[in-house]
């Protein structure tokens, strides 16, 4: 009898050691199937190649390169060229610090007195010029036409005008041209006589920065008497 329930214990005992076992290796294959399920997902994940990055940053400079030559060429095209083989009849494009505008030198006299007075120098030059606002704010007709002045001399300095001083000339008045609007005015310039004269931007504003560009017009006497 003794026999038999040693032969028992035996028995359960192997057959608890052989469930222990058995449930130790289904959790041990469930969680190797885990895993390897974790890395076929981290496998599977896109990964971001040194090719596809410098690909993204060339896109995104050149991103940055087409909108910087967009707005080089629109500052290209609200900027006036200097214009310095100008001539009678032909049309300037300045542009200053009060706005952008064109002026066309119409005609020009050589006189010697205006009203019986003679000028402070030797003689007068009488410009008709007609002014155009091109520009995007209004600007001011007398503060535009101040940045043109003449000589006979490029090496010396300028003439302004004097127009006001004389009742019979049609002179620029004194008031606001808004974008798109002209005005027609005459310009009187003390000259000294010479045979050649110049009608150019102040070289003055020039070089304090309120021009941007420079224009000159060339004009021998022999045209204007």
């Not at 469930?19 to 997902?41: I, V």
Request: hydrophobic share 30%; proline share 1%; glycine share 6%.
């Amino acid at each position: 009898m003794k026999k038999y329930i040693k032969i028992s214990a035996s028995m359960l005992v192997s057959i608890g050691i052989l469930t222990a076992c058995g449930g130790s290796d289904k959790q041990a294959s469930e969680l190797s199937t885990a895993n390897e399920s974790e890395e076929s997902s981290v496998d599977n994940e896109p990964e971001i190649t040194e090719q596809e990055n410098s690909t993204n940053e060339e896109e995104n400079n050149e991103d940055i390169s087409s909108e910087q030559d967009k707005e080089d060429n629109q500052d290209e095209k609200n900027s006036a060229e200097d214009q310095m083989n100008l001539e009678i009849g032909d049309t300037a494009i300045i542009e200053s610090t009060i706005g952008m505008y064109k002026v066309t030198l119409n005609n020009v006299q050589f006189k010697e007195e205006i009203e019986g007075e003679s000028s402070q120098l030797e003689a007068y030059l009488l410009v008709e010029y007609t002014l155009e606002n091109v520009g995007e704010e209004s600007i001011e007709v007398w503060e535009s036409m101040r940045t043109v002045e003449a000589t006979d001399w490029l090496e010396g300095s300028g003439q302004s005008d004097v127009s006001g001083q004389f009742d019979s000339l049609e002179s620029f008045e004194d008031n606001i041209l808004d974008p798109g609007e002209k005005a027609k005015g005459e310009v009187l310039y003390n000259i000294y006589d010479a045979d050649e004269f110049y009608v150019r931007a102040h070289q003055g504003l020039i070089a304090s920065g309120g021009l941007k560009n420079d224009i000159l017009f060339t004009f021998q006497k022999s045209e204007i008497e």
